[in-house]
């Protein structure tokens, strides 16, 4: 932890001793996901990231989990390039809620890591990351936090002319090419958007070896690590001066390859339709109310050499409604219902045993909001109440009770400078797949089994934050503490089965148990001028630990890593470098076998945007892993035959209008 340490003590140094000589060209970005809609820097209550403009066109990846991997206290499951979903804190699965728009996904890649996130980076106009009370306006289970990708398909404002971009890139370690598009316009009152996207990838190229320690396994390029995606969505809605409503439909795409031993393949289709409005005033003392609804059809199924082996279906139709009232008494809040129907199943294809029996699920659920002044101390709190009942058609019913709140303050300590702590509950009812998987799932070579007598997972946080938000110098760092009772994991035993979950050399036994557990851990960031122009820079470091509290290590966790960065925009000139180092991994749990070697990844970047009357053209360069390191993540269930991307240049040019 030397190299660490000696980063975070750099870093507050350099915060307080280099002078604020002019005032910070950053602009504010506002996070959709707040009840409150405050600024990213204003999130202390709520620690929220927010990914946009250039800084997200140079991260976006193949998946919303590559995209995020690298920001402060979020990593990803790498389970090949088509499927990558965030880890934030240590927690991964249905304790992150992916939303789109402010909706849920309503895809199963909370179920395994070989599922991908239905949602594409590549057409998003911002993606944020969210924590803290707001998060209970999405749902009890997420205690490791969401993540909401806003691509905006329902207009909310009209454009004077029309607006779009189209961006094209090419990726020399998979032979990739990239084609995606959005555009925005409005005829009278009637404001109108459409996107798209097209991504096709061979396998990629690795460094090395592709089984870790072993020098006599395949190099070259890694297998069944190919994808093939297509995405489009439609919108439009009614703008005045009260407000919006709006419609929007999509469908997606995704043939990707698992690449595990058995070399399977995920077909996955999405198709979403979604609802949004908002009247402004609509009551004396009330702000603005906002209905939104989305049905969602989705299903993937997992091939085998001879065909489908598993089917996934999950039919979704949410709810949400909304009213932020003005201040009374000091207080000023969004308080709403939310409700969740979905018929999920994962069912054999060949006759066997089911993954997952067909499991009617409702949820109903009232949360409320609020923030308010106490003399120099900002608070917020919230509280949610949520009604879970799930009925599958092969085992019995189970219903719970889930009561979740969360309170924060804020103290400014001097102008510019602040700091806070933030408490929080939150109960979380036992999914599907924990309390009803009977059956084989191909893709991650396990035979499943759930538990039907779970109780409900119940999480205690603290989390203390400092912080600086202003001037040319920004830092800020968290520490925190995440208590969790009935914490369910999956457990892989020794034990080999076949098909039919009968003794056999195919399949590993994965059991989800129950234990009590904790997650601990720090993050810091200092930033100076990050976006302005001239020169800038970041430093930043994270480090969590999950463990069982009966003994040994929660699975898959992150690696501890430092990171630095540097960049250089002048006009229409942008680039910059960074560099991650993160430690070796070797805290285990009792079925993993081997640790992670430490790494080095070093991605840079170039663009340069010529103006062509209305029209920019920006021509830019990334180059993704430069030393050519064999990376290899602790938070992969693939870690030791499915490494990271060797060397790649992605060359493209992006046309706004």
């Given at each position: 932890m030397k190299i660490q340490r000696t980063l975070l003590s750099s870093a507050v140094l350099l915060a307080f001793a280099t002078p604020v000589?002019?005032?910070s060209t950053i602009p504010q970005v506002f996070v959709?996901?707040?009840?409150?809609?405050?600024?990213?820097g204003d999130q202390i209550l709520t620690p929220a990231k927010v990914l946009a403009g250039d800084e997200l066109r140079d991260k976006v990846g193949s998946s919303i989990g590559e995209t995020l991997s690298q920001e402060l206290g979020v990593s990803a499951s790498a389970?090949?390039?088509g499927a990558s979903r965030p880890i934030i804190r240590g927690l991964e699965g249905s304790r992150v809620k992916m939303l789109e728009n402010g909706m849920t996904t309503s895809d199963v890649s909370g179920l395994s890591n070989d599922h991908a996130v239905a949602s594409e980076g590549a057409v998003a106009r911002q993606i944020e990351i969210l924590r803290g009370p707001a998060a209970l306006l999405y749902g009890s289970g997420a205690i490791g936090g969401l993540v909401n990708v806003v691509n905006e398909r329902i207009p909310t404002t009209l454009e004077a002319q029309p607006t779009g971009q189209v961006e094209t890139r090419y990726s020399t370690v998979n032979n990739g090419r990239n084609v995606s598009a959005t555009a925005d316009g409005a005829t009278g009152n009637i404001g109108l958007h459409a996107d798209g996207n097209w991504r096709d990838t061979g396998d990629y190229k690795i460094p090395g070896n592709r089984v870790l320690g072993d020098a006599s396994s395949a190099s070259g390029r890694l297998p069944h690590s190919d994808t093939t995606e297509k995405t489009f969505g439609v919108g439009g809605s009614y703008v005045g001066d009260w407000g919006y409503a709006g419609i929007s439909a999509s469908h997606?795409?995704?043939?990707y390859g698992i690449p595990s031993d058995e070399g399977s393949r995920i077909d996955q289709k999405q198709d979403r339709y979604d609802i949004d409005s908002l009247v402004k005033r609509p009551a004396a003392g009330f702000e603005t109310f906002r209905f939104k609804a989305g049905y969602t059809d989705y299903m993937h199924a997992e091939l085998g050499e001879d065909g489908p082996e598993v089917i996934f279906n999950n039919r979704s139709l949410e709810t949400r409604l909304e009213l932020t009232h003005e201040a009374v008494a000091g207080l000023h809040g969004t308080f709403g219902m939310q409700t969740e129907n979905t018929h999920f199943s994962?069912?054999?294809?060949?006759?066997?045993?089911d993954t997952v029996p067909l499991t009617?699920?409702?949820s109903t659920a009232l949360f409320l909001v609020e923030e308010a002044n106490a003399g120099p101390l900002r608070l917020s709190g919230g509280v949610r109440y949520e009604k879970v009942k799930r009925t599958p058609v092969s085992n019995r019913e189970r219903s719970f009770n889930?009561?979740?709140?969360?309170?924060?303050a804020l103290w400014p300590i001097m102008p510019g400078y602040s700091a806070g702590a933030t408490l929080s509950y939150a109960q979380r009812a036992p999914a599907i797949e924990e309390l009803y998987s009977g059956g084989p799932h191909d893709a991650t070579v396990t035979f499943d089994i759930g538990n039907p007598d779970f109780d409900k997972e119940v999480s205690r946080n603290i989390e203390l934050s400092v912080q600086k938000t202003t001037g040319l110098v920004r830092w800020k760092a968290n520490v925190f503490r995440n208590n969790v009772t009935n914490f369910i994991y999956g457990n892989i035993t020794d034990l080999l089965v076949d098909e039919e979950g009968n003794p056999g050399e195919e399949l590993r036994q994965r059991i989800y148990a129950q234990a009590d557990a904790h997650v601990k851990g720090a993050e810091a960031e200092l930033s100076y001028n990050h976006t302005g122009q001239g020169w800038s820079g970041r430093l930043f470091a994270d480090t969590s630990r999950g463990k069982l509290d009966n003994g040994g290590s929660l699975p898959l966790q992150p690696a501890d890593r430092v990171g630095a960065s540097v960049g250089y925009r002048q006009g229409d000139l942008r680039a910059g470098a960074s560099l991650v180092h993160a430690r070796g991994q070797d805290r285990l749990a009792g079925f993993e076998t081997a640790g992670t070697p430490g790494y080095n990844q070093l991605d840079a970047n170039i663009s340069y945007t010529q103006h062509l009357g209305r029209q920019d053209l920006t021509w830019f360069l990334l180059v993704k892993n430069l030393l050519n390191e064999d990376i290899r993540l602790s938070t992969s269930v693939l870690k030791d035959i499915s490494p990271l991307p060797g060397r790649n240049f992605v060359l493209g040019v992006r046309a706004k209008f």
């Open positions: 000589l002019a005032q959709t996901a707040s009840p409150f809609r405050n600024a990213e389970f090949g390039a997606l795409s995704n043939l994962a069912l054999s294809a060949e006759g066997g045993p009617h699920s409702k889930l009561t979740s709140g969360s309170v924060g």
